[in-house]
């Protein structure tokens, strides 16, 4: 037995117990006559105290000479500690060491093994192992396991079942790029890994299982962002014989109860915003409303005097910036040169300052006077005080761009508190959206999202206009969460593909199944997807998913510590009937 | 909103009340004044009641059209039933409906969807989305369901962590084929996708994670056997600080809680033997010990007589088949031809019928006299009434055939009980096994596990008799889970890639992670894997895993219903640096 107790249970009770620990050398102090070391596991930190005076010689040396992150176990009895470390709950007591056991050396590792490590990200990621030691990440890790826990115990006791659908599936060229495996089995044939469990989910449901739930891997052969991994997890749903309402109110419950259990947090009714609502007044379809500065439309107000930049925008909009009338001239050039970025791309900005004595002072005084600057307060609702950013220019550009300047500012301003959650669904998405580089319309959340009612028709003449039975649940201006009511009939699903440019052959070939099964006996059917990873990230008061994941990829994909992907056998390729094709 | 209730819950305390039902049509009686209609879906089925006097006439004829299978909604009110049926739990009521609304018409289904179907299988596979509407499947994805809430939620507060760990990652040789992923990022090389994570949960036990779990997915690239799947979940386990004395009582300690919550039955502490004696008394490592018939060898009694074939043997040994005399000659003719099949490869079988009377009538008389019959019987611990099956040959073999005779026999004499659970430990398996194919040792668990205390050194003079801290748990003979004790010092590890013939180059390229991570402070540590698929079906009384998975495969690695693998545009081909090599 390597222990008889973990380094973070023992207390003042349990003083002259005789007992064994395990764990890595966190610290050595060495006074010469006197040596502590600080023993951690996953559970906590225990002092151990040498002694030369009570200590066997041999022992108290060998101690002298232990190293950080050092394995060993120890035996010895629970005295009371001279001085006490409130801050630890092993605080009270230490170990008189009798014996010590040396179970594994270490050598020095390449970054501390602190809350705050000197390790750079590739660094820590290359020794990933060593970074889990770290509290940050370790605590990051046993929180993901308490969310997915609360998870699936509660849906269970909804009544879903988890199933566990395949990964060896078929690649379909629709959405994004699929990974792709060889088979050996089957000659220059390939399966693919799902980006979701999606079609196989609406065959549980036309297969009677009434209640699905899935915590899954997903794979995407996205070229990576920042934050965005090759594979992820998702909360995948689906219920059968529902309308978007009872959808909505399973996964506000499961969220509402997460937000109890972990977070320890009631939250009312969630607000629900219509996709044109939070584009017109945030500039983006997940809005953070922790905080205000809605977009205020100045068009009507702005345009037909004799700036010509406001009159020939298709839209002109500002936010009220709280306080920021304080801003120096140069903080305010700042913010135009930022907004002037090529990653924003806005051309310029217009400000106007709210002054305290009620007056207005704007970048653009020579063609607005104090009763149009009034309206443009009146219109973003300024408070003396204030800053007035207003962008103009092409609608959808302009409302990216302002927005990106609202969550900068509000970051900034403080307005982003990690420990406050404000969930919103954002509903009646547009079923379709435009392609620039195909020049085609595709579907915005999948193929199998139903149009609203009565709107198939507009399909034809209007397709832009056409709004979905899709739904996304944004926490804190991430999207956690998004689904639809499926299509559940064959002849509109195959309308869908039609209007989506797959041939016949080809929708037959891809989702032949797929419509097969909506000829027998499907039923209305809808779900949701949460990302877990996102979401545990937000629950945990952080933005960025990293530390959430036990063995992140870089942004190559690349696992910098296994060294992965990496070049294979020839013997390998022959057996799976490929060559390789290098372009260099 | 769809429905008021589910299809399983209305009983004689809801007369009167008004419902609204969804599902499918199970069946229509039309007795042309009358019709009753069976409403299904997962939680049950509810009667459905049309009168030609009560109901709406339109509704009325609307009912007599209703096919199989067809998704309906109705509404109407809760009445109690004529001819009560005390099969189901719905069966006090029926629901006289006022309002029919057909949801989905359905074809004609190839296969009726009832417990007992005409679908054979591989219909029932292209059609699985119709085979999990069958209550032998449902049940059977629900149950598999319940044992992983059981799995996680006892290993959660046993202090578990669940991490997930990558599915993208490098491809070994050692141990099966891997599937592999081309990656399209970094030219030429290739992800693999894991045959388990062993190598992750061992970096987690380095990185103090201390207790690990994770219900997952692992793929191995096999030419298939019957019921062996390309892709498959394991319950897989680790710990830190850890013998093998904890880890066997952890995972005992969750199997018996497994069979107490959802089987009932009470186990005690499960029963172990070695490698060694399983082989001898059972001929293989994982002995069904329901019942006995364990292997007599009868080398000494049998040899040095006048009859060559056991002269010439390396092994002669039998066993009991109890009350087996009242097999006529014919059976007995059966049974021979039997193990001359080659599948079993035996190049005969002498028999002993033991008679009422005492006396012994062989198939090897002129060899034999009743005093060394008497010995058989003694040594296989045959009773009157019994045969004695006795094979002979090379060890391994004739083990192995007598094994499969064993098992044939014990489940034509209903011994194999699949509501009796006998759970044993197998230990101190070989560290080693010789491939006759490529004429070399090979790790018989995987190269991480840890040779016996002492052991090391007969590595280099006897390498086929050392024994690894390696367990497996088997389960009415079948292995559910195996694990071991790993070696956690990077000397070791090197040694045992060297003997394994591993040049120092290889084992870098591939395992370098790991060792590297031992020379950072590796605690003790070791573990297990369940295989969920196996263990699910046998809890469940089976011993076929397919109607335990969602969507499997079938014998050549296809999904026949969605027609997986399948040829991939050129232009992915492309993009990933491939082109295809076929043979034919």
Not at 17 to 25: A, P, R
Not at 215 to 221: A, G, L, M, N, S
């Amino acid at each position: 037995m390597y222990r008889s107790h973990n380094c973070g249970e023992l207390r003042a009770s349990d003083i002259n117990t005789e007992v064994k620990l395990s764990g890595w050398v966190q610290k050595v102090r060495d006074k010469g006559f006197m040596v502590w070391v600080d023993l951690r596991d996953r559970y906590g930190i225990t002092q151990l105290i040498f002694d030369a005076e009570r200590t066997p010689k041999a022992i108290f040396e060998k101690a002298q000479k232990l190293g950080r992150e050092y394995v060993i176990q120890v035996q010895g009895k629970v005295i009371e500690r001279a001085s006490k470390n409130p801050n630890i709950l092993t605080g009270d007591i230490e170990i008189l060491v009798s014996e010590l056991t040396i179970l594994n050396a270490a050598l020095l590792p390449p970054f501390t093994i602190e809350d705050e490590t000197d390790g750079g990200e590739e660094l820590r990621m290359k020794y990933r192992y060593l970074d889990i030691r770290r509290n940050p990440v370790k605590n990051s890790l046993i929180f993901r396991h308490k969310v997915t826990q609360e998870v699936r115990n509660y849906l269970s006791k909804e009544g879903f079942i988890e199933v566990e659908t395949p990964y060896l599936i078929k690649s379909t060229p629709e959405g994004a790029r699929d990974f792709v495996v060889p088979s050996r089995m089957n000659e220059g044939q390939f399966y693919a890994l799902p980006q979701s469990p999606q079609t196989f989910k609406q065959l549980l449901m036309v297969g009677g299982m009434d209640k699905y739930f899935q915590i899954v891997k997903c794979f995407r052969d996205e070229d990576l962002r920042a934050d965005r991994q090759p594979e992820f997890t998702q909360i995948d749903c689906e219920m059968a014989f529902v309308e978007q309402e009872d959808i909505l109110n399973a996964f506000e419950g499961l969220t509402r109860h997460l937000l109890k259990e972990i977070n320890g947090i009631e939250v009312a009714q969630f607000p629900r915003m219509l996709y044109d609502d939070a584009l017109r007044l945030y500039g983006n379809d997940k809005p953070d409303i922790r905080f205000g500065m809605q977009f205020g439309e100045l068009n009507q107000v702005t345009q037909h005097k004799d700036f010509g930049v406001f009159n020939n925008a298709e839209l002109v909009v500002g936010i009220a910036v709280p306080g920021a009338n304080s801003y120096t001239r140069k903080e305010i050039d700042n913010l135009i040169d930022w907004v002037k970025r090529p990653q924003i791309g806005a051309l310029g900005m217009v400000y106007c300052r709210c002054n305290e004595d009620g007056t207005y002072k704007s970048s653009v005084d020579k063609f607005y006077d104090q009763t149009d600057l009034a309206k443009w307060a009146e219109i973003t609702q300024a408070q003396s005080g204030d800053l007035i950013c207003v962008l103009s220019g092409e609608t959808n550009k302009v409302r990216a761009q302002l927005s990106a300047l609202r969550m900068v500012l509000a970051e900034r301003l403080g307005l982003r508190n990690p420990k406050e959650f404000a969930p919103l669904w954002v509903m009646d998405f547009p079923l379709l959206e435009w392609d620039e580089e195909t020049e085609r319309y595709h579907a915005m959340h999948h193929p199998f999202t139903s149009p609203k009612p009565g709107q198939l028709e507009l399909l034809k003449t209007n397709p832009g206009e056409v709004k979905a039975n899709a739904y996304d649940l944004v926490l804190n201006g991430n999207e956690i969460g998004g689904g639809s009511i499926r299509i559940h009939d064959k002849k509109t699903q195959a309308l869908m593909f039609d209007y989506l440019g797959f041939t016949e052959e080809e929708s037959k070939a891809q989702f032949g199944f797929l419509m097969n099964a909506f000829e027998y006996g499907a039923p209305p059917h809808g779900g949701l997807a949460f990302g877990l990873d996102r979401l545990v990230a937000i629950l945990g008061g952080q933005e960025t998913i990293r530390d959430f994941i036990a063995f992140p990829k870089n942004n190559s994909g690349r696992d910098v510590m296994i060294d992965a992907p990496a070049p294979i056998d020839d013997e390998q390729l022959k057996e799976l009937n490929l060559k390789l094709n290098l372009k260099s």
